[in-house]
Structure formats: structure tokens, C-alpha cells
């Protein structure tokens, strides 16, 4: 802590600049944390729809943290742009992050000047960076904080090869505010990886408990009532068993009673895929009809 604040007055920085930027980062995790938990519970949206509303989301919050610059010297301005976007697409996927990164794209060219062009290709060049670095994290067993502090440093030369398409301005701009946009790039994106990687984490935790605990439910009803009918179903087997010997061979009512015994049968295989329920699959709903267990596929018949 000593040295963050020994940093800070080296950089003349204004300590209320910094702090609402994190907060708005604070908040885009706040707000992240219960959309992921609102689009896990609705198992049929479609992932373009969730990557379009979350990529909306932290586009928003990439315009806020342009809006809401910090102040590192007389004049000097640096903003965390980058983190919003490294971090949606890093935790969401490449769609989430190029919708972001659109978002904050047109309001910066909204802008204009001579930097719109290069602010726009940093934007959609942090989208790619942090598509790749997932990727990575992907083939490495999952996104952890070194992946943030790799996507971290690619998107401070990113940002390095932004200042370079201003020319000989954009050199002495960077020249002079290369220490305050590393600290934002890679000490940022890397540390608040950790926090949104915790809450996914511990969301998928939580997600998987209710899955376990639903499927317990689910199991226990359908092999409580498949033992009941089971019990019903014995006494109508046997029944048209006896009624079959005593009907005439090939009379009417003797291919009614094998039709019967037939349904039997057939009531009898779903009994039994009622008490070898793994997973759980629905029938979705139609008109009127409420989604339903879909019994075949939940007890992983082809």
C-alpha cells in the first residue's frame, strides 16, 4: 500500500480520478455477477442474444471510464478503456467483447479528432488480443490472473502502437504518460481478472450445486412414482395375461387384448427409464403446454 501511494504522488495523480474509475469497474463486476446469474437460469437464450446484452453492458462502462479520465499530471489525462473490454472477453467469449468494443468504438469516432482512427483500431485491437488470450486460457485449463497480466502488457503495446499512428505527437504524448497507461494496462486488466475469474467460479459453483440438488429431486419423485405404477402395472399385466388365454385365437377381442398388452409394455420401458434418470432434459413447451421432462433423453436412451 505504501508503495501504490508512493507511486501515486510520483505521478501526481489524483486519488479521486483513480477511485471512480475502479468503482465503475467495481460496478460492471456488480452487474456482471447478476446478469451471468439471470442468463444461467434461463437455459434456452440464445449465446448471440447473452453476448449481445453483456458486450452492450461493458461498452457502457468502456464510454463511462473514456468519460471519466484520471488525471496524472497538469493537464495529463489516461482513462481505462481497456479494462471493460479485456475482461468481458476474457470471462464471455470473443462476441461479448467485440460488441464492447463496437459500442465504445462508435462513441469514440462520435468523438472525432485527430485520434478517432487510432482510438478506434485500439479498441478492436484489445477485443482481439483478449480473444486470443483466451484461447490460450482455454488450452491451459481455464482463464487464471497470468492470463490478465499477458493480455495486460499486449494491450499496453497496443496501446504504445496506437500513439505511434498520431506521428511524432502521438511519440511525446506517450513519452510522457507510458508509466501511468502500464500501471492501467497491466496492473489492471491483471488484477481485476482475479476478481470477475472469482465470480465466475464461484457462480459455476453455486450453478452446479442447484443442478445436483435438482436432479436428486427429480430422481427420488421419478423413482417414487415409477415404483407405484410399477405396482399397478403388475396387476393389469398379469390380467390381460389371463384374459388372453381364455379369448378365442385371433378374434377381435383377443387382438384387442394383445393391443393392450402391448401399451403395457410399453408403460413398463418408461418405468423403467424413470429409475435410470442421470441428467436432466427437457421437452420444451408448445402453445398451452409447459416445458416437460423429457424422460428418453434424460435417462440417455439414443
Known sequence: MDVLRAVIARLSVDIHHVIEAA??????LVVYSYARRWFDSKRHVAPLLRA???????????IALMISRIEVGQGTYVDARALPIA????VEGGGAGLVAALVASAYRASLGGAGALAGVVGLLAIAGAAALALVWARRSGGVR??????????VYIITFGSFLMLGVRGVELFSRDWLPLLIVSVIGIGGFTRLFVDVVNAQAAEAARRDAAELRAVTLLARAAAHEINNALMVVSGGLAILARRLPAQSEDAQWAERAREGANKVKDIVTRMNTITQIEEVPGRGLLAPMLDIRRSSGAP
Open 23 to 28: 468503482g465503475i469497474v467495481v460496478l460492471g
Open 52 to 62: 449481445m446484452a453483456l458486450g452492450l453492458i461493458f461498452g457502457i462502462l468502456t
Open 87 to 90: 475482461l468481458i472477453t476474457l
Open 145 to 154: 490472473s497470468r492470463h490478465g497480466f499477458v493480455l495486460g502488457a499486449a
